[in-house]
Each structure stands twice: as C-alpha cells, then as structure tokens.
C-alpha cells in the first residue's frame, strides 16, 4: 500500500507541468517588431536581449510641465521600458511646477504605489462604489497606493516642484485622463452636455482648452 503511494506521489511530481516542465523563461523582453496584445508584447528572442534592455534612464529627468496641467508624467511602460514586459510592473515619473495638477485619471490595467521625492503632494481617490474620497497630503518619503481603476489625483501641495516616482502591478497600467476623454476630443458638445449634466458655455471653453472639436 505504502509503495503504490509513493509510486502515485512520484508519478504525479513527474507529470506536473510546474517542477519539469523544460520552458521556464526568465524573461520576455518586449519585442516591438510585433503589436502588443493582451498579454503584452511577445518575446524578444533570448540572444538579442542586451543588459539595456532591462535598464531605463528615461527618469533621470522630468518630463516638460510648461503646459495647461504645469505637470508632467513620464512613463516606463512596456511601450518604454522593454525588460518590464511580462513582469507584471512598471514605473512612471511625476513632476509638477508650483500649482501643478496630474487631473483625475485612471490606470485601467494596474494598481499603484506612489513615493514622494522632492516637495509635497496632495493625493487621493474615490472609491467606485460608494464614491467615498480618501486624500492625504504627503510629504517627502510617505506612500500612497492607489487601487487598480480607480480615479485618482495628484495636486502640488507646496509653493515648489514636487517629484514622485510611481510603480505599478502591470508592464501596461493605461492612462485615461478624465478631462481629457470628455474634452479633447470630438465628441459632440450636445452629448457632453447631455451626459455629464455640464452647461454649453463650460463645456465649449474646456473643448477650447483642451483641443476638443464638435
Ligand atoms: C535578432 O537579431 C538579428 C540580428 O541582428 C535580427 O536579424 C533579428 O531580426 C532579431 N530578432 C528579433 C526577434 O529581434
Ligand atoms: C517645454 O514646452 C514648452 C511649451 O511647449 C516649450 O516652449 C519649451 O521649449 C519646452 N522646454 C523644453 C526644455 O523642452
């Protein structure tokens, strides 16, 4: 009886795909030559993958905040930042001037982590089902997460540059800006209006702002 289990136990550790199975990867640097489907961008053959691959200095420096948001993300996304692909992380840098807002926006694909490096951030967001806001003033080294979907907000708190470094649980989080889905693009005004319960004369200068048409 003793020797048919063991049998069964070996029998069953040899025909598991997880301790035998001959095609562990160790990683799947993105491939660009191909698009991105849902499970990311395919692999780039193993003999091609350079030590550059997983090494990203596009966040040394911020990105350009002379703009109507006096803010800048810069991302290091699979699109950026091929050695992430397949990881299940990512990372993205925000700065924002004096007055600096990164508007309510979400990440369809990830949640995130937020480090303040250099001033002070007011961030926060609203739960999706009772549309509670939790926000917290954060000062330099405090985190903050911000659950997968959800809308959130980062607001210069202080009268000089804040940094933050963000990481998330996906190579692709996604970026939708709130404003920006209702305002830049040509989206009808009347239907703005219409669904948003937002008057003309407010929607037609946000449009103006922002570059939406219609
Ligand atoms: C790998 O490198 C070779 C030689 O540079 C190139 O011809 C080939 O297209 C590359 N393949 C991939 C998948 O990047
Ligand atoms: C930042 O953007 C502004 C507005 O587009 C532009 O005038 C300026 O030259 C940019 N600065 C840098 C350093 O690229």
Redesign the pocket.
């Known amino acids: 009886m003793f020797q048919i289990f063991i049998l069964a136990v070996l029998f069953f550790f040899f025909s598991s795909p997880f301790p035998s199975h001959g095609a562990v990867q160790d990683f799947c640097v993105a491939?660009f030559?191909a698009p991105e489907g849902p499970a990311g961008y395919s692999c780039?053959?193993p003999?091609?993958v350079t030590v550059d691959d997983f090494v990203f200095t596009g966040l040394v420096k911020g990105g350009n905040t002379s703009n109507i948001i006096k803010a800048a993300v810069t991302p290091a996304f699979a699109a950026q930042f091929p050695g992430v692909n397949g990881l299940g992380i990512s990372m993205a840098r925000l700065d924002l001037a004096p007055g600096g807002v990164v508007p309510l926006h979400t990440h369809p694909g990830g949640s995130e982590v937020l480090v303040v490096v250099q001033g002070s951030i007011l961030a926060g967001f609203i739960s999706s089902s009772a549309n509670t806001v939790y926000m917290k003033t954060l000062k330099r080294g405090e985190i903050m997460v911000f659950p997968k979907g959800l809308l959130h907000f980062q607001v210069n708190a202080r009268g000089i540059t804040a940094i933050a470094f963000v990481s998330f649980s996906s190579p692709s989080p996604g970026l939708q800006i709130l404003d920006f889905a209702l305002f830049a693009n040509n989206l009808p005004s009347a239907l703005v209006e219409k669904t948003t319960f937002l008057d003309d004369a407010q929607v037609k200068k946000l449009k103006a702002v922002l570059g939406g048409t219609g």
């Open positions: 491939d030559m780039k053959m003999a091609n």
